[in-house]
């Protein structure tokens, strides 16, 4: 598998290290599909970005450090600049930014719009804070590069293609277009994935084995189904999503047939399970992948916006999307020891039963280090983001009701997914506080940590009922019901 690029400069505040960072930049951006001058605009805004670090990060006459993080993931470029000073009120800045920034302001003497995708104001407590840069290298939608007669909706009603004989196997890289077609004609532009409109991206995902591609190619050698391994977890496990399959060659197990090979492809990434968000609003994925020995052992409410189309089954939603989260194992399961609150061991033991994995309950701790360390993605076309812990500290509660604020208020995020590592004996306390600020247990993420299991908890903006969302199991069943008494409770206190 080919590894993304991450580079780390580290400096001190002084104005004599500026010839170096500049040399760093430069070099690096050279070795990505920028256009010069976007490469220079981008070069001059870092400096500026140091220089200011360098001026302002610490009290005058004070040494201190300053990180510079360049990294690219299939396609994506990010840049963080720093520093470990002078504590401010981040969320105050980020509040400032996004406002100038959506009125066309200047950050550091450049207007911050017309050099990149993405800027945010981080926040990393008594730790200091850093500015987040964000650029994507492919940004050629597949609007832009098919003709529209090609990106028509596919009609549900469509006359069944004849019978013939197809091919599964790995997506090949000019196929790229036909799968970012697929999607389109399947989803609209309401796939929460925006990567998926992107051929290049879609090309360089897997291309870096981020992302594995199995299509099903009809007798004309047409794309006409499609679904992906995604490494997008830190822990050893893949998700498995994407799918879309013409409407003319449904009915003919396809999807079985793609999902087969996917498993086959999976086996080989050293992982230990993969899983799958099964949509609610309907059950045929639900029926899939408990077909495909899948375990239910979660329900992420609304998830996805309630703008994601599925023709002919529900047109519109009156809420937002839940999936079912189903995990597959690949490897034999071993006993695991989780730090539960007294009041969820119960789910906890059912969920961990379904799973038929042995689990036993730790006591759990006050006490933690001093810092933790948390990580933030954001889901822009979903209207969610994920808050991943992977170290808990004293501040930890702290640092997520920050993130979860400014995620919230200033981004627009609409559901804030939080995991916690299940065999850190402090979770249990964060759990509970974490609950007081209204969030609410959803369900566990098998290894979806490099440390082991998480608990999945949501905050969401606007409450959900029942009605809408749909489930194949009993247990799942069991599991949603679980899921939306726990919101009700927790946001009965806010």
């Avoid at 730090?339 to 701790?365: D, K, W």
């Avoid at 609409?414 to 600020?437: G, S």
Wanted: proline share 4%; net charge negative; hydrophobic share 40%.
């Amino acid at each position: 598998m080919k590894t993304d690029m991450k580079l780390e400069l580290l400096i001190n505040n002084e104005q004599r290290v500026l010839p170096s960072v500049q040399a760093f930049v430069h070099q690096t951006l050279a070795q990505l599909l920028l256009p010069d001058e976007d490469a220079e605009e981008i070069e001059q805004f870092v400096l500026r970005a140091v220089v200011n670090c360098i001026e302002h990060a610490y009290p005058a006459g004070e040494e201190g450090s300053i990180r510079l993080v360049i990294t690219e993931e299939h396609g994506k470029l990010e840049i963080q600049i720093r520093d470990f000073g002078l504590p401010h009120d981040v969320q105050a800045m980020e509040t400032l930014l996004q406002d100038n920034d959506m009125a066309g302001g200047v950050l550091c003497g450049c207007h911050v719009s017309d050099i990149v995708d993405e800027v945010h104001w981080l926040a990393f407590g008594r730790e200091g804070k850093a500015l987040q840069l964000i650029k994507w290298l492919h940004t050629r939608h597949i609007t832009d590069s098919v003709v529209a007669e090609d990106l028509a909706p596919i009609r549900d009603d469509v006359p069944k293609a004849s019978s013939q004989e197809y091919t599964i196997r790995r997506m090949l890289p000019a196929e790229a277009v036909q799968v970012s077609q697929l999607m389109y004609r399947t989803y609209g532009s309401s796939y929460f994935n925006e990567d998926v409109y992107y051929p290049e991206r879609v090309a360089a995902q897997n291309a870096h084995g981020s992302v594995i591609s199995v299509v099903a190619t009809g007798a004309d050698g047409r794309v006409v189904g499609h679904e992906a391994v995604e490494c997008n977890l830190n822990g050893p496990v893949a998700e498995l999503g994407q799918a879309a399959t013409d409407p003319a060659h449904r009915g003919r197990g396809l999807m079985g047939r793609i999902k087969d090979q996917l498993v086959r492809e999976a086996s080989h990434l050293d992982l230990v399970g993969w899983y799958a968000d099964a949509v609610a609003v309907h059950t045929i994925t639900q029926q899939s992948n408990a077909h495909h020995g899948g375990h239910v052992c979660g329900v992420e409410l609304g998830i996805a916006p309630k703008t994601e189309a599925f023709r002919s089954i529900a047109p519109q939603q009156t809420q937002r999307v839940s999936c079912l989260l189903y995990f597959h194992w690949l490897e034999q399961p071993q006993v695991r020891v989780v730090h539960v609150p007294e009041r969820h061991r119960t789910i906890v033991a059912e969920i961990y039963g379904n799973l038929q994995c042995q689990v036993e309950f730790g006591n759990g701790t006050s006490t933690a280090q001093d810092y933790g360390a948390v990580k933030t993605k954001r889901v822009s076309g979903a209207g969610a983001s994920f808050i991943s812990v992977e170290e808990l500290g004293q501040d930890s509660v702290y640092m997520i009701r920050l993130a979860l604020r400014e995620l919230i208020e200033i981004s627009r995020m609409e559901a804030v997914f939080v995991d916690l590592p299940l065999a850190d004996p402090f979770t249990t306390a964060v759990w509970e506080l974490l609950e007081q600020a209204g969030l609410g247990f959803v369900g566990i993420g098998p290894r979806f940590s490099p440390r082991g299991d998480v608990v999945r908890l949501v905050y969401l903006v606007e409450s959900m009922v029942r009605e809408p969302i749909r489930t194949y199991e009993s247990f799942a069943g069991r599991l949603v019901d679980y899921a939306l008494a726990e919101q009700h409770r927790v946001r009965a206190n806010l």
